[in-house]
């Protein structure tokens, strides 16, 4: 006689879980074991993660941790990498545990939700810029790193009666994270940035701390969230001192602190704001709101307050075209092997940053268009010292086969000059 599991978990959401964890690919963890290793004995591995999870026996390896840079700054933000049976554990509890909290959260918090993006916050922004004076551009200090274990359990019990949920979350808070050193570190506050229930956790927390206390305090003020970037609009200045002294307080109770030189209060300045203000721009999800030239339905040219690509965006994206150094490493490649290689990626910087205030955007892909000039110089000789005959190559192959490159579907041609 089969003894009966302690907790029933569907072997099927297991599955279910380990094909989403493959699509989502990702690094080994702390023991080393990669995605295709896994793979090996997919069978016997998965039915591993079903019995611990159904006995209740399932321990959560330590996270191994990984300093990722933030910028030219110097400065790292932190990543933490589970095992690859650890994010099917976690992606297991997330398929069972979301459709619950899902259908409660604000229709105001956009990040990591079925159905929602982050374009869908900027572009709701944009929009609420225009009726509202002032924007409070909030930054909350390494929060993260700094989640309250005990409120994220009481919102977690708030919403399922499933006690193994209770158990295995509990344990993923609690989990250790692995340096590169291979030192321990143990747990008190904060969940990883990189595991798979961090962003379903961080939202309930959120959604409590901050969703909920904003519209019950202030039911008339309107915020975008995206995790814990957010966005609140005011229509005074008044107001806004107001609400960012609450929210300072209120978040502070919660054990989270707003950063005290990159929090702020911003003016929308157009053409119909012209008081003078220290603060007339934000960032916010890649995108810089600030005034900029644009033209009414009669073509009048006027000042409004709108979005386009951040300085900081604009930097990774000349980074990651550097980092492919055409003209350098790539001259024994075809024009075909440069497309198939840069296509990818510059298709989602124009379908993302290209969403507002897309002419922004070109000034920064011309810097890729300046690469592939450089490639062709070094790749024919008949081109080296003639940059012009260069561009005027590149320009007739755009015209004979616009979509080969999604650069020329852009409008940018390399005969139209640099």
Same mark, same amino acid.
């Given at each position: 006689?089969?003894?009966?599991?302690?907790?029933?978990?569907?072997?099927?959401?297991?599955? @279910?879980?380990?094909?989403?964890?493959?699509?989502?690919?990702?690094?080994?963890?702390?023991?080393?074991?990669?995605?295709?290793?896994? @793979?090996?004995?997919?069978?016997?591995?998965?039915?591993?993660? %079903?019995?611990? +999870?159904?006995?209740?026996?399932?321990?959560?390896?330590?996270?191994?941790?990984?300093?990722?840079?933030?910028?030219?700054?110097?400065?790292?933000?932190?990543?933490?990498?589970?095992?690859?049976?650890?994010?099917?554990?976690?992606?297991?509890?997330?398929?069972?545990?979301?459709?619950?909290?899902?259908?409660?959260?604000?229709?105001?918090?956009?990040?990591?939700?079925?159905?929602?993006?982050?374009?869908?916050?900027?572009?709701?922004?944009?929009?609420?810029?225009?009726?509202?004076? %002032?924007?409070?551009?909030?930054?909350?200090?390494? /929060?993260?790193?700094?989640?309250?274990?005990?409120?994220? +359990?009481?919102?977690?019990?708030?919403?399922?009666?499933?006690?193994?949920?209770?158990?295995?979350? @509990?344990?993923?808070?609690?989990?250790?994270?692995?340096?590169?050193?291979?030192?321990?570190?143990?747990?008190?506050?904060?969940?990883?940035?990189?595991?798979?229930?961090?962003?379903?956790?961080?939202?309930?927390?959120?959604?409590?701390?901050?969703?909920?206390?904003?519209?019950?305090?202030?039911?008339?003020?309107? /915020?975008?969230?995206?995790?814990?970037?957010?966005?609140?609009?005011?229509?005074?200045?008044?107001?806004?001192?107001?609400?960012?002294?609450?929210?300072?307080?209120?978040?502070?109770?919660?054990?989270?602190?707003?950063?005290?030189?990159?929090?702020?209060?911003?003016?929308?300045?157009?053409?119909?704001?012209?008081?003078?203000?220290?603060?007339?721009?934000?960032?916010?999800?890649?995108?810089?709101?600030?005034?900029?030239?644009?033209?009414?339905?009669?073509?009048?040219?006027?000042?409004?307050?709108?979005?386009?690509?951040?300085?900081?965006?604009?930097?990774?994206?000349?980074?990651?075209?550097?980092?492919?150094?055409?003209?350098?490493?790539?001259?024994?490649?075809?024009?075909?092997?440069?497309?198939?290689?840069?296509?990818?990626?510059?298709?989602?910087?124009?379908?993302?940053?290209?969403? /507002?205030?897309?002419?922004?955007?070109?000034?920064?892909?011309?810097?890729?268009?300046?690469?592939?000039?450089? %490639?062709?110089?070094?790749?024919?000789?008949?081109?080296?010292?003639?940059?012009?005959?260069?561009?005027? %190559?590149?320009?007739?192959?755009?015209?004979?086969?616009?979509?080969?490159?999604?650069?020329?579907?852009?409008?940018?041609?390399?005969?139209?000059?640099?």
């Amino acid at each position: 006689m089969t003894k009966a599991k302690s907790y029933e978990i569907s072997k099927k959401i297991v599955w @279910e879980a380990y094909k989403r964890v493959k699509a989502n690919a990702g690094a080994a963890g702390v023991d080393g074991q990669s995605l295709s290793l896994f @793979e090996k004995d997919l069978k016997g591995n998965l039915y591993k993660v %079903w019995n611990r +999870m159904s006995s209740g026996s399932y321990i959560p390896p330590p996270v191994r941790l990984v300093e990722i840079p933030k910028g030219n700054t110097g400065a790292t933000r932190p990543l933490g990498i589970p095992t690859v049976s650890d994010r099917i554990a976690q992606t297991v509890v997330k398929l069972y545990f979301e459709p619950q909290v899902e259908p409660h959260f604000h229709p105001d918090s956009y990040g990591y939700r079925p159905g929602k993006s982050a374009l869908d916050a900027v572009g709701v922004t944009r929009k609420r810029c225009w009726g509202q004076d %002032w924007v409070i551009d909030l930054d909350i200090k390494g /929060f993260f790193d700094n989640l309250d274990h005990d409120l994220v +359990m009481r919102a977690v019990r708030h919403h399922t009666q499933s006690p193994w949920i209770h158990l295995f979350v @509990e344990r993923w808070l609690k989990a250790p994270v692995q340096r590169a050193d291979g030192s321990l570190e143990e747990r008190i506050k904060g969940s990883p940035q990189g595991s798979v229930i961090s962003p379903l956790l961080s939202n309930l927390f959120m959604h409590y701390a901050f969703d909920e206390w904003l519209r019950r305090k202030y039911p008339a003020i309107q /915020f975008a969230r995206y995790a814990d970037d957010a966005v609140i609009h005011a229509g005074t200045l008044f107001e806004a001192n107001e609400v960012l002294s609450a929210i300072r307080e209120r978040l502070g109770s919660c054990g989270l602190e707003l950063h005290p030189e990159k929090t702020r209060i911003v003016y929308c300045q157009d053409s119909d704001r012209v008081d003078r203000y220290e603060h007339v721009k934000f960032d916010f999800l890649g995108f810089t709101f600030r005034p900029r030239r644009a033209k009414n339905r009669w073509g009048k040219p006027f000042i409004s307050f709108l979005p386009g690509i951040s300085v900081k965006a604009a930097n990774r994206i000349r980074s990651t075209i550097r980092s492919w150094r055409l003209g350098a490493t790539r001259n024994n490649q075809s024009l075909m092997d440069i497309a198939n290689l840069v296509n990818p990626m510059v298709r989602g910087w124009v379908n993302y940053y290209g969403r /507002f205030y897309r002419s922004a955007l070109s000034p920064i892909l011309r810097s890729l268009e300046r690469s592939m000039v450089y %490639w062709a110089r070094r790749k024919y000789k008949r081109f080296n010292g003639h940059r012009r005959r260069a561009v005027h %190559w590149l320009g007739r192959i755009a015209r004979r086969e616009p979509k080969l490159f999604v650069l020329w579907q852009t409008g940018l041609r390399p005969a139209t000059g640099q």
